[in-house]
């Protein structure tokens, strides 16, 4: 008896084709807006392309009904061969990037599942090598491959970034160890000036560098001084002046850039806080009589929605900042001199104020009220958060370097940051490793933060630093000093 199917068998059988089909991979000539070819192969969805570097294959990779691996010659529009994606007791592989400098390489990835490929031309043949990461399983959602092939970098579901070497096949390291991206490392890419460009399922973009894989804020390509009745927006790879804003007779003692870059929150004599646009120096904005005596300080938060300033007379105040308007939320009544630096915690709840009269004030921003006061035999100049924040570490008139627990205030330890003089700036490193001070000695001191100890030494300034930062990405380090000097400092460690 013939095999014979019956008109609902028909059905069902027309349905699932239709269902499952065969997707074609649609070539095209980018310059001239023209289809060059289909290539059909894979059956169901396909996850994702990429082509080689010097634009001679293709890699396709099938969704979850194919499962497959396939490479195209684009110069003869055909298959060279193809393979299942991932073993048999992982998942599925989602996503592909190839080598950056050898078009017989290429990396899939997925569930469970991160394989290098290596192109065997003559036999027609791809060969894969499984990854090995240890311990740590992820679902990876994204690749990236640096420039030299050197690494490849894949985002998970998980928020974190995992850094594998091609050739060894192992894991060089993962990161963050905490604050991981929120809803997983949907995209990521290597940039030629260092560093990966990341984005989030939560929509956020973000640049960051091994092996912390903290954002950068900011970018060193920009930086800005202020003194006298100037304040000055300058190019740093070569030194030259953008932009100059002048307010005459007055004196800027302090100037902050907000998050999103539209404006310069900028500190007068004159009791006003001033905000300019940074590439046009329009004024924006005047809070007047923001401070009785002059405001000596100026932070913003990273949400740009707040200042906080602090003056001669030692209020702290807190500004929220809207649109069309500028609002004071509260005046924060505890130094009883001149407030010297501010500085943020990064989720905006928490901020560090410095002192002249011997005290260091942490300030709780939600209740608006003290949480803690640090005390000692000195004029604070500046302070400064370690990026994970438990700690702060503080210098003045004494020439002290001295760390504190967040806490409960309490000193962990004193360093002589000077052998004359005040300490007047300091900043630290995102990562926490390195930080940076400079004073009336004339010197730029680079620290090793948990050993405590001075690692390079800058001699060129003639008068007193007055202040000193560290670019995003620890390219540059710039000091400037109270004779008008500006110097930029190459940062002595590998970034």
């Given at each position: 008896?013939?095999?014979?199917?019956?008109?609902?068998?028909?059905?069902?059988?027309?349905?699932?084709?239709?269902?499952?089909?065969?997707?074609?991979?649609?070539?095209?000539?980018?310059?001239?807006?023209?289809?060059?070819?289909?290539?059909?192969?894979?059956?169901?969805?396909?996850?994702?392309?990429?082509?080689?570097?010097?634009?001679?294959?293709?890699?396709?990779?099938?969704?979850?009904?194919?499962?497959?691996?396939?490479?195209?010659?684009?110069?003869?529009?055909?298959?060279?061969?193809?393979?299942?994606?991932?073993?048999?007791?992982?998942?599925?592989?989602?996503?592909?990037?190839?080598?950056?400098?050898?078009?017989?390489?290429?990396?899939?990835?997925?569930?469970?599942?991160?394989?290098?490929?290596?192109?065997?031309?003559?036999?027609?043949?791809?060969?894969?090598?499984?990854?090995?990461?240890?311990?740590?399983?992820?679902?990876?959602?994204?690749?990236?491959?640096?420039?030299?092939?050197?690494?490849?970098?894949?985002?998970?579901?998980?928020?974190?970034?995992?850094?594998?070497?091609?050739?060894?096949?192992?894991?060089?390291?993962?990161?963050?160890?905490?604050?991981?991206?929120?809803?997983?490392?949907?995209?990521?890419?290597?940039?030629?000036?260092?560093?990966?460009?990341?984005?989030?399922?939560?929509?956020?973009?973000?640049?960051?560098?091994?092996?912390?894989?903290?954002?950068?804020?900011?970018?060193?390509?920009?930086?800005?001084?202020?003194?006298?009745?100037?304040?000055?927006?300058?190019?740093t790879s070569s030194n030259r002046e953008l932009l100059r804003i002048t307010v005459p007779n007055m004196t800027c003692h302090g100037i902050?850039?907000?998050?999103?870059?539209?404006?310069?929150?900028?500190?007068?004599?004159?009791?006003?806080?001033?905000?300019?646009?940074?590439?046009?120096?329009?004024?924006?904005?005047?809070?007047?009589?923001?401070?009785?005596?002059?405001?000596?300080?100026?932070?913003?938060?990273?949400?740009?929605?707040?200042?906080?300033?602090?003056?001669?007379?030692?209020?702290?105040?807190?500004?929220?900042?809207?649109?069309?308007?500028?609002?004071?939320?509260?005046?924060?009544?505890?130094?009883?001199?001149?407030?010297?630096?501010?500085?943020?915690?990064?989720?905006?709840?928490?901020?560090?104020?410095?002192?002249?009269?011997?005290?260091?004030?942490?300030?709780?921003?939600?209740?608006?009220?003290?949480?803690?006061?640090?005390?000692?035999?000195?004029?604070?100049?500046?302070?400064?958060?370690?990026?994970?924040?438990?700690?702060?570490?503080?210098?003045?008139?004494?020439?002290?370097?001295?760390?504190?627990?967040?806490?409960?205030?309490?000193?962990?330890?004193?360093?002589?940051?000077?052998?004359?003089?005040?300490?007047?700036?300091?900043?630290?490193?995102?990562?926490?490793?390195?930080?940076?001070?400079?004073?009336?000695?004339?010197?730029?001191?680079?620290?090793?933060?948990?050993?405590?100890?001075?690692?390079?030494?800058?001699?060129?300034?003639?008068?007193?630093?007055?202040?000193?930062?560290?670019?995003?990405?620890?390219?540059?380090?710039?000091?400037?000093?109270?004779?008008?000097?500006?110097?930029?400092?190459?940062?002595?460690?590998?970034?």
């Open positions: 008896m013939d095999n014979q199917i019956s008109p609902e068998a028909q059905v069902a059988e027309l349905e699932l084709d239709a269902v499952i089909g065969f997707n074609d991979i649609i070539l095209w000539d980018y310059k001239k807006r023209e289809l060059i070819a289909r290539l059909s192969l894979h059956k169901g969805k396909i996850e994702a392309l990429a082509f080689s570097p010097n634009d001679l294959y293709l890699v396709s990779l099938g969704g979850p009904d194919d499962g497959s691996v396939v490479v195209w010659s684009i110069a003869k529009r055909d298959a060279i061969c193809g393979s299942p994606a991932a073993g048999l007791n992982v998942g599925n592989a989602t996503t592909v990037v190839f080598s950056r400098c050898r078009d017989e390489m290429f990396v899939t990835a997925g569930n469970g599942t991160i394989r290098v490929w290596e192109l065997d031309l003559p036999n027609r043949k791809i060969w894969p090598t499984e990854c090995r990461t240890g311990q740590t399983k992820r679902i990876v959602m994204s690749i990236g491959m640096a420039g030299d092939d050197s690494f490849f970098y894949l985002g998970t579901t998980t928020g974190d970034i995992l850094k594998m070497n091609p050739r060894t096949k192992l894991l060089a390291d993962a990161g963050p160890a905490k604050d991981k991206f929120s809803l997983g490392v949907s995209a990521i890419r290597w940039l030629k000036m260092g560093g990966l460009l990341v984005g989030s399922g939560a929509g956020l973009l973000v640049f960051c560098k091994s092996p912390s894989y903290k954002p950068i804020n900011g970018t060193a390509e920009l930086f800005a001084t202020c003194a006298k009745k100037d304040i000055r927006v300058w190019h902050d850039f907000m998050r999103d870059g539209r404006s310069i929150i900028s500190a007068w004599d004159d009791g006003k806080i001033r905000a300019f646009a940074p590439e046009t120096g329009r004024l924006m904005y005047v809070i007047n009589s923001a401070h009785r005596i002059g405001v000596t300080a100026i932070a913003t938060t990273s949400d740009c929605k707040r200042v906080i300033s602090g003056g001669g007379e030692g209020e702290v105040r807190v500004w929220q900042i809207g649109c069309q308007t500028q609002k004071l939320e509260e005046a924060l009544k505890e130094h009883k001199s001149s407030v010297s630096c501010i500085r943020v915690k990064k989720n905006n709840e928490e901020c560090v104020t410095a002192s002249t009269d011997g005290t260091c004030i942490i300030w709780d921003l939600v209740r608006l009220r003290r949480n803690q006061m640090i005390l000692a035999n000195t004029l604070f100049q500046c302070v400064c958060y370690h990026p994970e924040e438990f700690q702060i570490i503080t210098s003045g008139t004494d020439r002290k370097i001295a760390y504190w627990e967040v806490f409960d205030g309490s000193v962990i330890r004193e360093l002589e940051g000077s052998l004359s003089g005040s300490i007047n700036g300091m900043d630290i490193t995102q990562e926490g490793v390195h930080f940076v001070t400079g004073g009336n000695d004339h010197l730029v001191k680079v620290w090793d933060y948990n050993e405590g100890e001075v690692t390079h030494v800058g001699v060129g300034h003639s008068g007193n630093i007055t202040r000193i930062r560290i670019s995003p990405g620890n390219q540059y380090i710039v000091s400037v000093s109270a004779d008008g000097a500006i110097l930029r400092w190459k940062y002595p460690f590998a970034s």
